[in-house]
Structure formats: structure tokens, C-alpha cells
């Protein structure tokens, strides 16, 4: 029993030194507990396709900032280690749900978002995940940059190497006609 309540004493005195401030206290706080909040994450991670929207070291991070305000405010009566475990693994299952039910609320709903698309047969879903909002098209300013390029790669030729392009129209500034 003296190794219990030594562990204890030593784990009370790792939370007050958190809950005022100390930087240490918490540094020592995180390498002790983010494996375990982390292996909560991942075993809740198990869809390949939620997976790819959350990350378990995010979720980790969320729950103990959480954790060290709360703490800081006073609100958690914690004597034991365990009893710790078992609040951060509620609370690390209560951040993965929230992140999910925001996914779905917000129309991102993980289960819509496939690798090669969407089914298809409707709006609905989501082509090739976040690329497939952006236009097929080239971006403005890709095209001005490739203008530049261009542009620059013709003044640095001699006038009899660019006698082949001569009737070859130039790109203006509005992207309209020959210059």
C-alpha cells in the first residue's frame, strides 16, 4: 500500500503544480498521458474514411488544452491516475463525437468523400475530396505566371532565333489578342 499512496501523493502533487501554472509539471503531464489519449483516439478511428479527416494527435491536442483550462479553473477533483485515465478517455471519446457530429453538420459528412469520388449519380457527392471543388481549369494567377515565363524566355532569344515564331501571336496583358 506505500507505493500506492506515494503514487498518489506524487501524482496530487503533479496536479497542483499543473493547476498553477507550471510548465514542467505539464510538459511531464502530456509525456505521461498522450499515449493514452492518443490509442483512445485511434481505436475510435477505426473508418479509414474519418481517418482521413481527423487525425489522433489533433484530437489529443484538443482534449488536453481542454484539460489543463479546465484544470486551471479548478473544476476537476482528480486523486488518483486513474481516475485521470478515465477522464481524459471520456473526453477524448466526447471530442472524436463533437468533431464528427461538425463534419456531418457542415455538409462534410466523412462518409460522402470517397479516394476516387463520389458515386456519381448525384450533387452530392464529392469528387475526388477538396480538388474536386477547385475549377478543371488553370488558376489566374498560373496563367499570368506562365505569361511571364514566356514572355521573358522570347526577350532573352536573339531576333533571328525567334524568326520561326514570327507569325506565332504574342499573349497581351488582357489575355485577348497578339501584342
Not at 471520456?90 to 469520388?117: C, P, S, W, Y
Request: charged share 30%.
Amino acid at each position: 500500500m506505500g507505493d500506492s499512496a506515494s503514487g498518489n501523493e506524487g501524482f496530487q502533487v503533479l496536479l497542483r503544480r499543473v493547476r498553477a501554472g507550471d510548465g514542467q509539471a505539464a510538459a511531464e503531464l502530456v509525456r505521461r498521458y498522450e499515449p493514452a489519449i492518443r490509442r483512445a483516439a485511434r481505436v475510435r478511428l477505426v473508418d479509414t474514411r474519418l481517418n482521413r479527416l481527423l487525425d489522433s494527435m489533433d484530437i489529443c491536442q484538443s482534449v488536453l488544452a481542454s484539460f489543463f483550462v479546465r484544470t486551471a479553473l479548478g473544476q476537476y477533483e482528480l486523486e488518483t491516475p486513474e481516475q485521470l485515465l478515465k477522464l481524459l478517455a471520456t473526453m477524448t471519446r466526447n471530442k472524436l463525437a463533437n468533431q464528427v457530429k461538425g463534419h456531418r453538420a457542415t455538409r462534410r459528412d466523412f462518409r460522402r468523400i470517397e479516394a476516387g469520388g463520389g458515386d456519381g449519380d448525384d450533387d452530392t457527392s464529392v469528387v475526388g475530396g477538396i480538388e474536386g471543388l477547385a475549377g478543371q481549369g488553370p488558376t489566374p494567377s498560373s496563367e499570368v505566371a506562365a505569361r511571364e515565363l514566356l514572355e521573358e524566355a522570347r526577350r532573352r532569344f536573339l531576333p533571328e532565333e525567334l524568326s520561326p515564331w514570327r507569325g506565332v501571336p504574342r499573349p497581351t496583358s488582357k489575355g485577348g489578342g497578339a501584342v
